[in-house]
DNA sequence: GAGTCATGTGTACGGTGTTTACATCTTAGG
DNA sequence: CCTAAGATGTAAACACCGTACACATGACTC
């Protein structure tokens, strides 16, 4: 029991963040709405504002999370590749960040939607930190080609924009998974093209 | 004047799209509120429910519309590739095909994001006609990869799936555009990296 | 000309994010 | 220890939204 139910709830930042994580995985980022989240807190609706300036801002605090979560599955992935020639190494950790991300948006949908960029506002100027804050999902990308660098698997030069095409490619084939044609399709056929998509995509950045 | 102002507007389904449309362009699908739109048209909120099921039904109508006029755009643009050996022509095409949906999404960003299956409510299932809508932009692409494979520049046995490889790198880069971090970069290295990643992918289904 | 049906209006309900003013608790300083 | 200040909650209200229901209007058919 971390509520005190008393005036002062004592922990509520934490707690809105973690019923807007669950509501999020259900339903997507639509579904963290205010009013439904501070009742399920037994708390008023602007209790929310203490802590987060907007809806928004509880919102980029949820994706803040979802994507240090997917970095971590991306992760785990990626430890289970056994050594071998460095080059080939690299690639299949550069092949393992792929499919994670891939992997990721199909396991949690709702987190996957919640996570990056979503279709927001149209008169947005994104404030600020555009550079500053990156997400730990495209860290993995960045390092793992870097690695293919290293290992001599990619020339200094091709290693410039790689970045734009890879989470291109994967973050294209999430949506059209999650939201677009790819939906209709089974499983076993799904990962048949992510894999395709993926593999493509590494091989044409060289 | 293509309205009668009086009890029966006599035109309101069409222009409700256009409004939407107008609405959508500035600032995306957010943008289409149906009770702002009726005010516009000088018509009662309910007015549309004659005319659509729903929001989201009108959100449809106005998405397909921005669908032709993208694959117009893009065919626009295909046009202008001056003839040459079958082979080096077709992948041209190709080319333009990618470089034309992502010259879409940046020239009207507003109308791409309403264009494709924006990120809904999470309890839903697309009714129906999953396989017979497909859309015109998606069709030029097929089109295109069938005619690579004519050209004799595509196997057929790497000719099934292209057609998601490649979706998915020009949808994702466009997200990436749009409201990704790319957005922080000036025209000239987005159109760079466009190029990269379109020519990119190219190479990486061969 | 009468009646039917498509298409418009009025009113109302329940929902939302957010603002403003006020209440309560916690906690630091004399 | 007590008090003032600041952090954190509540209450009421505003301006919106999508949508359902009952009714009004007008155009077209027999």
């Given at each position: 029991m971390s509520s005190k139910d008393s005036y002062h709830h004592g922990n509520l930042r934490a707690e809105l963040i973690e019923a807007a994580l669950a509501a999020a995985r259900r339903s997507?980022?639509?579904?963290?709405?205010l009013r439904s989240i501070t009742r399920q807190l037994r708390?008023?609706?602007?209790?929310?504002y203490r802590h987060f300036a907007d809806r928004q801002a509880l919102i980029d605090a949820v994706a803040e999370s979802i994507q240090s979560k997917m970095a971590a599955a991306m992760h785990e992935r990626m430890l289970s590749i056994e050594a071998g020639p460095p080059d080939e190494r690299a690639r299949a950790q550069l092949r393992a960040v792929g499919l994670g991300y891939i992997g990721f948006a199909r396991a949690e949908p709702g987190w996957f939607d919640t996570a990056?960029?979503?279709?927001?506002?149209?008169?947005?100027t994104v404030t600020g930190d555009l550079s500053a804050r990156v997400p730990p999902p495209f860290e993995l990308l960045i390092d793992a080609l870097d690695a293919l660098v290293a290992a001599g698997a990619l020339s200094q030069t091709r290693r410039v924009g790689a970045e734009w095409a890879c989470w291109s490619a994967v973050h294209g084939f999430a949506q059209l998974v999650l939201h677009g044609p790819?939906?209709?399709?089974d499983d076993t056929t799904v990962t048949m093209f992510a894999e395709r998509t993926v593999d493509d995509i590494i091989t044409g950045i060289h």
């Open positions: 997507g980022p639509d579904a963290i709405v708390v008023s609706p602007n209790a929310a990056f960029f979503g279709v927001r506002d149209g008169s947005e790819l939906s209709a399709l």
